[in-house]
């Protein structure tokens, strides 16, 4: 079965205390994994798009990873507005059929 | 404002009323989808649409429908409400269905069913 996990479910860290969230999957044809912040009471918001086990891509203090059986997002001296929930998603599937996976998520808490 | 808007923001309704969640974007993107957040569960995928026109079924449909009869527009219908279907609704879209389109969301519905 088609599975994304994510962990911890919750964090909290002081800030500038560096740490890394995990989503590991379990899919048959990976097209691609995604992640996405969420801000209370608001839409999903793109971050990263990793396609093959090595890629790694960097937005300011966030760095996410790709090996063939999951992802890193890495968390450099984290500032209290890197508090959020922080999606993991997977694209799967043969081409005509898809499907799109998401974790249940991190809650990410940065203390100031 | 470039995006995606949803209607209503909230709404409680009775159970066996029939309900139309509103859903429009303007950055003429092909694919678009709706989810359903829950507690504990995370996002799922009701339906989805890759291009005006057709549509498809996600991960958990029953008890919804959709159509896409534009580019723009894509409503999702529930028949008969039921407690079970208490959530919140989440549209996107994509520019295609391929990895490298990132989905767009919007602000989302919240919908209560008694």
């Known amino acids: 079965e088609d599975q994304v996990t994510q962990s911890p479910e919750a964090l909290r860290l002081q800030e500038g205390e560096s740490s890394s969230l995990n989503c590991s999957y379990t899919?048959?044809?990976?097209?691609?994994l995604f992640w996405y912040r969420q801000d209370p009471g608001k839409g999903p918001e793109f971050l990263f798009t990793?396609?093959?086990a090595g890629e790694e891509k960097e937005k300011e203090r966030l760095k996410a990873t790709l090996t063939k059986k999951e992802s890193f997002l890495h968390i450099t001296a984290p500032k209290p507005e890197d508090s959020a929930t922080y999606l993991c998603?997977?694209?799967?599937?043969?081409?005509?059929?898809?499907?799109?996976?998401f974790g249940t998520g991190t809650r990410l808490k940065v203390l100031a | 404002i470039a995006g995606i808007t949803q209607a209503p923001t909230s709404q409680i309704l009775a159970a066996g009323r029939r309900m139309t969640l509103r859903c429009t974007q303007d950055?003429?993107?092909?694919?678009m989808y709706w989810y359903r957040q829950d507690l504990g569960l995370g996002l799922r995928l009701i339906h989805y649409s890759n291009t005006a026109g057709t549509t498809g079924k996600g991960e958990v449909p029953d008890g919804y429908s959709v159509s896409r009869a534009n580019t723009d527009d894509f409503p999702l219908t529930l028949a008969s409400a039921v407690p079970s279907q208490t959530s919140v609704y989440f549209c996107a879209s994509s520019m295609g269905t391929v990895p490298d389109n990132e989905q767009f969301f919007g602000p989302g519905t919240r919908l209560t069913v008694l």
């Open positions: 990793l396609y093959s």
């Open positions: 899919v048959s044809g990976l097209r691609g």
């Open positions: 950055m003429r993107h092909n694919a």
């Open positions: 998603a997977v694209q799967a599937g043969t081409s005509g059929t898809y499907k799109y996976i």
